[in-house]
């Protein structure tokens, strides 16, 4: 690995260890109601987000990368962009609250505030990345959990909050916090924005929507299929089961990509500069030796899990009700199985169009919201955790089957 990798490495760590210490205090302190109306209200949040703005972080990754640092206009014409789909994206998730969660006039005005002032930071996310500024990509993250997690312990132990709107202002000072370190330490020349005028350019923006909006649909679906099942809990059985099941899942699939993100960072590297000097074969060797790791990496979670998990349910999270092998072991299996198709994925876009990744995530979801609201009422947690890992298995093993024709079809 080289220095770049490393620094994005440690950069990860903290934002990782602090997003899993929220997941426990937040289940353990606040309950289980008030952290499943937490995580439909994020997810229903990163849902707009990801189909409004995505796509022009992806563009800025592509475009400004090959631009003068110098030249404004573009990087002012990103920025407009984000001021007008913040404004939609905040107006959108508004009536959201109002109509489907009935939020109170605090809760929806932090819910607007967060998701207002997250566009702005994955603003300066995307510009720092562009700019391979990986010690200031790490202030940003870091900074930002640390802050969240920093108020909702001040908030649980001196003032006895327990309410979801804690854990709601805890995002937005956290948010508030790093955009505005990050204009302390902004870098003299990294960020060129004209504010006295308004750069909209109509064929630019087409050009960005052209762009990005394959990737930003296939993220938008892997979110949805990542919270389908929550709301049909929540619609079913109450706010309390979404919050228990989504605990579990947010722990287990945050935990497997954690420990496999290493892997995965080093290895995507490895393949793309075996892939662009030619050699198709060592790249697809590459490919095969990473899933062996990401294996091992498996087995060592795995083991540790079960060691702990009696205490982690009973005495840590306080919801023994999922110390059930039908619910966390379908989710345990389908966090690792879903980081082997991300995998083979990264493969797959070297030799095949996104579509094809795009249309089996299209139709995996749409399976599992079906399959949810067929046996789901029945049998509850447990159905949802077998659909998971059934879905999970399903588009890992379309990857798979993809990238072995691709593997055996590639020239010496």
């Known amino acids: 690995m080289n220095k770049e990798i490393i620094k994005y490495l440690s950069g990860r760590f903290i934002p990782a260890i602090v997003s899993m210490a929220v997941i426990i205090i937040a289940i353990r302190f606040l309950g289980p109601v008030e952290y499943g109306r937490y ?38 014409r990103f920025f407009d962009l984000t001021i007008l789909i913040a404004l939609l994206s905040t107006a959108i998730v508004i009536v959201v609250g109002v109509w489907y969660f009935h939020l109170s006039w605090i809760d929806l005005g932090l819910v607007a505030l967060f ?7 994955l603003f300066h996310q995307a510009i720092l990345q562009v700019y391979h500024r990986s010690v200031r990509t790490a202030i940003l993250e870091g900074s930002d959990q640390l802050i969240i997690l920093v108020v909702l312990l001040i908030g649980l132990f001196c003032f006895q909050w327990r309410h979801a709107s804690l854990l ?6 956290g948010l ?13 020349g990294l960020l060129t924005i004209d504010l006295r ?5 109509s064929r630019f923006s087409a050009k960005v929507v052209e762009f990005g909006y394959g990737i930003t649909l296939w993220l938008f679906f892997s979110h949805l299929l990542m919270a389908v099942d929550r709301f049909v809990i929540m619609e079913y059985f109450g706010y309390r089961d979404a919050g228990m099941y989504s605990a579990l899942k947010d722990l287990l699939f945050k935990s497997i990509s954690f420990a496999s993100f290493p892997i995965y960072i080093s290895y995507q590297t490895k393949i793309h500069d075996k892939w ?18 990401e294996l091992l990496i498996f087995i060592i979670v795995f083991i540790f899990f079960m060691i702990m998990k009696q205490m982690l349910f009973q005495d840590v999270l306080k919801i023994p009700e999922i110390d059930v092998w039908l619910i966390y072991l379908p989710v345990l299996l389908s ?5 082997v198709g991300l995998l083979f994925q990264r493969f797959l876009e070297l030799v095949f169009r996104t579509a094809y990744m795009l249309i089996a995530i299209c139709i995996i979801v749409v399976m599992n919201l079906v399959l949810n609201l067929i046996f789901t009422p029945d049998f509850g947690l447990i159905a949802a955790s077998l659909i998971m890992l059934f879905s999970s298995l399903c588009y890992a093993g379309f990857i798979l089957i993809l990238s072995f024709i691709a593997g055996h079809r590639l020239p010496n």
């Open 115 to 121: 998701t207002f002032l997250n566009h702005f930071y």
């Open 276 to 293: 662009n000097s030619r050699h198709h074969r060592d790249a697809w060797a590459l490919v095969k030796e990473a899933l062996s790791f």
């Open 39 to 76: 995580s439909l209200l994020i997810y229903s949040v990163l849902l707009v987000i990801t189909l409004n703005f995505n796509w022009v972080q992806v563009s800025m990754l592509r475009f400004l990368a090959g631009m003068p640092r110098e030249t404004n206009v573009v990087m002012s």
């Open 335 to 339: 966090a690792f199985v879903w980081q």
């Open 197 to 201: 005028h308004v750069y909209w350019d």
């Open 168 to 173: 709601l202002g805890s995002l937005v000072i």
């Open 176 to 188: 508030s916090g790093v955009l505005i370190l990050r204009s302390l330490i902004r870098v003299k």
